[in-house]
């Protein structure tokens, strides 16, 4: 990271950064005669991660998780696995529990046992939420209704209370910085 002490040089890093920033957003944007599909995923930020790597990054930002099995294995439906999710969706869930200041619990990952589809759990897309109200406060208060007990965050990312949890589904990683 650099570190400018000069206003002229603070400048230029927000300048960079915001180039990031657009860079990032231009990635994402959805084909030439795809009105409402989804955004297409930007190179790098969709890298897989193992369980080891993404529960790190997790447990660093204060995020816990659980698992009805008490497991991790992947091909468990009973269990809670990280294996092979994107980047993007562990940056997204961080960039979440920065913005909200709320407690986040993940209860489901990759594992099977999820709808299947492109933008699906088991392609390290999706993630589910423990529900809690301060979670249900920022989400159904910040971000846009598209109904039926689905929310549209600014970045695109989707957001769907189905009964005991979130369910969500990471498109890009919610304005991080990553790349």
Same mark, same amino acid.
């Given at each position: ?29 959805a ?19 193992? #369980? ?18 008490? $497991? ?6 009973? $269990? ?14 961080? =960039?979440l529990?920065?913005?909200?200041? $709320?407690?986040?619990?993940? =209860?489901?990952g990759?594992?099977?046992? #999820? ?5 699906? #759990? ?10 809690? &109200? $301060?979670?249900? &406060? ?6 846009? &209704? ?18 005991? #949890? ?11 910085l990553?790349?």
């Open positions: 990271m650099l570190r400018r002490t000069t206003a002229t040089g603070l400048g230029i890093v927000m300048l960079a950064a915001g180039a990031l920033v657009g860079a990032a957003a231009t990635s994402y944007a084909a030439p005669g795809t009105a409402g599909a989804a955004p297409r995923p930007g190179p790098g930020l969709f890298a897989k991660l193992t #369980h080891a790597q993404a529960t790190a990054k997790f447990r660093a930002a204060g995020i816990s998780w659980s698992s009805s099995g008490g $497991c991790s294995d992947r091909n468990n439906p009973r $269990c809670t696995s990280f294996d092979q999710i994107n980047s993007a969706t562990v940056d997204g869930v961080i =960039t529990k920065g913005a909200t200041g $709320c407690a986040i619990n993940l =209860t489901g990759t594992e099977t046992g #999820h709808a299947s589809g492109t933008y699906s #759990h088991w392609n390290g897309y999706k993630v589910d939420f423990s529900l809690s &109200s $301060c979670l249900t &406060s920022y989400i159904t208060g910040t971000f846009t &209704s598209i109904g039926g007990s689905k929310w549209k965050s600014g970045s695109g990312n989707v957001y769907y209370k189905e009964g005991d #949890h979130w369910d969500v589904t990471y498109y890009n990683c919610g304005g991080c990553a790349g």
